[in-house]
């Protein structure tokens, strides 16, 4: 899959969510409801060359999913010690699990409001 097109998808997911929004935040497509809740690296980042996502998270799931399968998901600098999670996006992407893992990261940041109007 091209950047272009992983980032498509991602897009796809994101701005499903109500008051979803994208901007371009240190280079790459980010994801906010009010605050970030998923950052999108279509090329690679930080010494990673596979496109990866990272996603907010509630207390604990970054360590059971780390814990689980530690070659698709890892602990990102800089909002790893939030709790935020890290998912590889090359090889064989499980679109349905990415879409659970952005809405988990939409729940976690957006607003009682928004989640009520998601939850309609």
Not at 17 to 40: C, D, N, W, Y
Not at 67 to 95: H, I, K, S, T
Request: hydrophobic content about 40%; charged content about 30%; some cysteine.
């Amino acid at each position: 899959m091209t950047p272009q097109q992983l980032t498509d998808r991602v897009r796809e997911i994101c701005l499903r969510f109500p008051e979803g929004a994208e901007r371009i935040t240190h280079g790459s497509p980010g994801f906010f409801v009010r605050k970030q809740f998923v950052m999108l690296w279509p090329h690679g980042h930080h010494g990673r060359d596979e496109p990866h996502l990272w996603a907010a998270a509630a207390a604990g799931v970054q360590d059971e999913v780390v814990g689980a399968d530690p070659e698709r998901f890892f602990v990102p600098p800089y909002v790893g010690g939030r709790g935020w999670v890290g998912m590889r996006l090359d090889g064989e992407v499980d679109w349905d699990e990415v879409a659970e893992i952005c809405e988990d990261a939409y729940r976690h940041i957006a607003p009682p409001r928004l989640l009520r109007d998601l939850d309609r």
